[in-house]
């Protein structure tokens, strides 16, 4: 079974500032783990993944996120938060095998940038 | 690429009415997938298609919702006898079958409100 708890539903930031989204997941194999950003009334669209490889992923709008195994975590940072951020964060997790596919999603965190 | 496209985005029913979604995903994807979003909450997995084969259905999706993916193009999602509770967000989204590392291409959502 997976599951996945994002700490906390809101986070306001400065602009300027430092994003910190916090991501812990649960999963029985070793898991994928994705973050999707979805603004107001459009679809979820996808920010950075960590499948194998490299800990440290690397996504779009200069977001990262590191997988850290020991700590099941996969925090989403940014070094200075900008307006467009404004949005909501959803991580999530999977782990591919024949017939599966199914993601497995965090409640989401809003983030709101303050000017 | 024109991108997962739903229909209808906004549909307003009384209780005990039956709607339909439709879901077209992008073109060159044999993954299919049903999500339902509530306020607050992240996407919920309800069902799974590979072409045209529905591989998996979750607890979530009782008897009275059905969906089907006929030709392994688009997909239809039926909810009959509607309540109040499936007042919701439904989201559909795509994958390819060449990138198995379960990244989903989400519509822009199809929101239900049953009075």
């Known amino acids: 079974a997976q599951s996945v708890t994002q700490l906390g539903s809101h986070v306001s930031v400065s602009e300027g500032a430092l994003v910190l989204l916090r991501c812990n997941y649960s999963?029985?194999?070793?898991?994928?783990l994705f973050w999707y950003v979805q603004y107001p009334n459009q679809g979820l669209q996808l920010l950075l993944k960590?499948?194998?490889?490299?800990?440290l992923v690397k996504g779009i709008n200069g977001f990262e996120a590191e997988f850290k195994k020991s700590e099941t975590s996969f925090h989403l940072t940014k070094p200075s938060a900008h307006m467009s951020d404004a949005a909501e964060y959803f991580c999530?997790?999977?782990?591919?095998?024949?017939?599966?596919?199914?993601?497995?999603f965090g409640d989401g965190t809003t983030l709101t940038v303050k000017p | 690429d024109t991108g997962v496209s739903q229909n209808p985005r906004h549909k307003i029913t009384k209780r005990g009415q039956n709607v339909t979604f439709r879901c077209d995903p992008i073109?060159?994807?044999?993954?299919l997938y049903w999500y339902r979003q509530t306020l607050g909450q992240g996407p919920e997995f309800l069902t799974y298609?590979?072409?045209?084969?529905?591989?998996?259905k979750s607890r979530l999706l009782s008897d009275r919702f059905s969906a089907e993916r006929p030709k392994g193009s688009f997909s239809t999602l039926e909810i009959q006898r509607t309540e109040q509770g499936d007042s919701a967000m439904y989201l559909c989204?795509?994958?390819?079958?060449?990138?198995?590392?379960?990244?989903?291409?989400f519509g822009e959502g199809s929101r239900l409100t049953v009075l």
């Open positions: 989204a795509s994958s390819p079958r060449t990138a198995n590392t379960g990244e989903l291409f």
């Open positions: 999963s029985s194999v070793p898991p994928y």
């Open positions: 960590y499948t194998t490889g490299a800990t």
């Open positions: 999530a997790v999977t782990r591919e095998n024949t017939n599966a596919g199914k993601s497995t």
């Open positions: 073109s060159e994807h044999n993954r």
């Open positions: 298609f590979q072409n045209e084969a529905q591989l998996e």
